[in-house]
């Protein structure tokens, strides 16, 4: 959309009368590179009194080239000094007319150089009269990059840094911004980055092989959630964003891979919360000849290596708690959990006891007399039980009605072989001992679709994927699936309060909506 100019600010209009005037001296407002051999960090790091500072009037010989964005200017006559951030954090630099030129420094450095613009300086490095590690700029001094728009005032302290824009929707629109003037942000993503990289190098030495599966399905499965739906024209075809990755992953170990995982994208077309987000990632994992006891000792040496990655130690602060992710979690099954917080035992119970239980003796409000059993039971522990499990808790053996992919549980009516890790009262995994009997897939899957087919915002298109039942019958070995919810985990790794928090550009209502 076009910015009318009647709509720009004072100092919008400003910035582009000097973009001008650098046209008309022919000074090349964005040129194409500019060769940097140090960052800021670097230099804090690296300055040496003893080594590197210069005798009065003399150029020191730790030489930089270092560039960033000018963060605050202090013009004092015929010198300046500014503060350059670059990826790493702050440096100040040393400007003066002398070494610039007096034309150049009066009438382009000081008249058309803001707040904002992305510069490169070459010089070097000494220590201030006020004890700063500075950078003296000298002739090879360029312009990178004119901002057109004003940044957001930020001012620090010692004790604290204070920002203009303190609004939460502005900073995720307008994510750039909110790096360019936060690096507490920045280190959240870098944060999440290496949460990504230590996951992946775990996996990697346990002997899974990482995969790509497609993200178009014809049909979408491996969990129940409403889809986004798309077209091929080529195919004349509808397609569906995918919901989960584990359809496919299993397919694999059909192939007679014994150990795959996906770190990747999945997409849900439903709402938006502190907790969720219809687009996120999702590392699922499944390996063949293990079943979910296994994978519990496993899921807890996997999130031990990560937070110890990121934070030297699996004891993290989240939200004025103290979550310890090593050691031995607690386990506790589905239904003890429910009547340890309730006093009620629901186990094997019909939908109507369950109702009235959920009704009447809980006082939930959500709950309605034609909910199915599964939805109740879902609702039950949602409310009455994960907000209070606040230590990492493995939450197993489930209701079958909640668990379509899962193998009955061996001992257990009615269950299945499934746990939740849940984490400061948030689902964070899940897994099962995978479901690989083609028939009994079939009577579930079935099931479901008969079920889907009752709600009004699904209708016909709830579809049995038939290859993947045409897959389960040359035969799949049992297996273990795991399946990592990569925002939530990142939220409590990172101390985070919205997922919004945690993910570069998450998706907002359209602006002025």
Not at 15 to 28: K, S
Not at 169 to 190: G, I, M, S
Request: net charge negative; aromatic share 10%.
């Amino acid at each position: 959309m076009t910015h009318a100019s009647s709509d720009r600010t004072e100092q919008e209009l400003r910035r582009r009368e000097e973009r001008a005037a650098l046209d008309d001296r022919g000074i090349d407002p964005y040129p194409y590179a500019w060769a940097t051999d140090a960052h800021a960090e670097d230099i804090l790091e690296t300055f040496d009194d003893d080594k590197h500072q210069p005798e009065d009037g003399e150029a020191g010989d730790y030489e930089v080239s270092i560039a960033g964005r000018i963060t605050d200017l202090r013009i004092m006559g015929g010198s300046t000094f500014f503060d350059l951030r670059d990826e790493t954090g702050r440096i100040q630099v040393y400007v003066r007319a002398q070494d610039l030129g007096d034309d150049y420094y009066e009438e382009v450095f000081t008249d058309l150089f803001d707040i904002g613009d992305i510069v490169g300086v070459k010089g070097y490095a000494f220590r201030t009269g006020m004890g700063e590690v500075t950078v003296r700029a000298s002739d090879d001094f360029q312009l990178l990059a004119k901002s057109l728009r004003p940044m957001p005032v930020v001012k620090e302290t010692e004790e604290e840094t204070f920002y203009e824009v303190t609004d939460k929707e502005f900073r995720y629109r307008q994510r750039y911004v909110d790096l360019a003037v936060n690096p507490e942000v920045r280190t959240v993503f870098r944060q999440r980055s290496a949460l990504v990289s230590a996951m992946r190098d775990f996996l990697d030495e346990q002997g899974c092989l990482e995969v790509d599966t497609p993200i178009l399905q014809p049909v979408y499965g491996g969990a129940t959630a409403r889809p986004f739906k798309t077209h091929h024209n080529a195919l004349d075809m509808p397609l569906y964003l995918r919901i989960a990755n584990e359809l496919y992953l299993k397919r694999l170990l059909v192939g007679g891979l014994e150990g795959v995982y996906e770190i990747g994208k999945d997409f849900r077309n439903e709402g938006l919360s502190r907790f969720h987000n219809p687009e996120f990632t999702m590392m699922e994992c499944y390996v063949a000849y293990k079943d979910y006891r296994w994978m519990m000792d496993f899921t807890e040496s996997l999130l031990h290596a990560t937070a110890t990655a990121l934070h030297d130690t699996p004891t993290v602060e989240f939200e004025g708690n103290e979550i310890e992710l090593g050691g031995a979690w607690r386990r506790v099954s589905f239904f003890d959990a429910i009547e340890d917080e309730t006093g009620i035992d629901l186990y094997q119970e019909d939908a109507e006891r369950v109702y009235e239980a959920a009704a009447n003796e809980m006082e939930l409000q959500e709950v309605t007399p034609d909910m199915g059993l599964g939805a109740l039971l879902d609702e039950v522990f949602s409310e009455m039980v994960e907000p209070g499990l606040i230590q990492p808790t493995f939450v197993t053996d489930y209701p079958v009605e909640l668990s379509p992919l899962a193998k009955a549980h061996r001992v257990k009516e009615g269950l299945v072989e499934r746990f939740e890790l849940v984490v400061a009262g948030r689902e964070i995994a899940n897994a099962f001992s995978e479901l690989n009997d083609p028939q009994e897939q079939r009577q579930r899957f079935e099931a479901q679709a008969r079920q889907r087919a009752e709600e009004e915002d699904v209708g016909p298109e709830a579809l049995i994927d038939e290859d993947y039942l045409r897959a389960l019958e040359y035969g799949m070995p049992p297996a273990a699936g795991l399946g990592i919810g990569i925002d939530r985990l990142t939220m409590i790794l990172t101390g985070q309060e919205s997922i919004r928090d945690v993910i570069l550009f998450p998706l907002l209502r359209p602006e002025g909506d």
